[in-house]
């Protein structure tokens, strides 16, 4: 059962949004607010694979609060965010928090379907190879990157990754010192239908930086290919 949690407290946004994923053949979990979606995400009897979170949600839990704390508590659920044109540090500020993308609003429902279904997508295949028999790490460096188990470890030390990150880590990992632009990494990770913008990528990279690199603001691992995208350097 494909489970999507749709937290707006909007109705109207969010009887449209229920609608169009049902059609698109997604079981939904329906919340009017982040406390509301935090209840439902913790019952014991509730599996969701991807979390849409309208940003603007009252109370003490909005939609950045809710993605933060889904993030903390799983690393590979799919978290997509509804926001408004205006809400630009808002996209920025959810990305940073671990979300995988964002909708801006108005949007029409095959936008809306094809940004969940890529990162539905993700979700699956992470599953599925953590089933399946393939190469158990790569190495490069002082790191390692377990495959099978979905970590990397720096010196020893494990590093928590989002899922995202995770993708594009084994990305950089399999291609190492290879320059691979914006584009690469974006149809590698984010999947060839995705509708999104290439900044996307930067903002990842930049978590990315704070949590491989010594000197984030001098990165020596993920390192800038001016005019084109980024490289890795174990």
Known sequence: ?????????????????????????????????GEEALQIYGRKDTDVDVAVLDIMMPGKYD????????????????IILLTAKTQEMDKVGGLMMGADDYVTKPF???ELVARVDAVYRRVALERKRGSENFREEIKSGDFVLNLRNRTLVK??????????????M???????????????ILRHVWGESYFGEEKIVDVNIRRLRMKVEDEPSSPHHIVTVWGLGYKWEG
Request: hydrophobic share 35%; net charge negative.
């Open 1 to 33: 059962m494909k489970t999507i949690l749709v937290a707006e407290d909007e109705q109207a946004i969010r009887e449209f949004v229920v609608i169009n994923l049902k059609r698109a053949g997604y079981f939904t979990l329906e919340a009017s607010n």
């Open 63 to 78: 939609g950045l609060a809710v993605c933060k704390e889904l993030r903390r508590q799983n690393g590979s659920v799919g």
């Open 108 to 110: 029409s429902p095959s």
């Open 155 to 168: 010196k020893g030390e494990p590093i928590e990754l989002t899922q995202v990150e995770f993708q594009i």
């Open 170 to 184: 084994e990305y950089f990992m399999s291609n190492p010192g290879t320059a691979l632009d914006r584009s690469d």
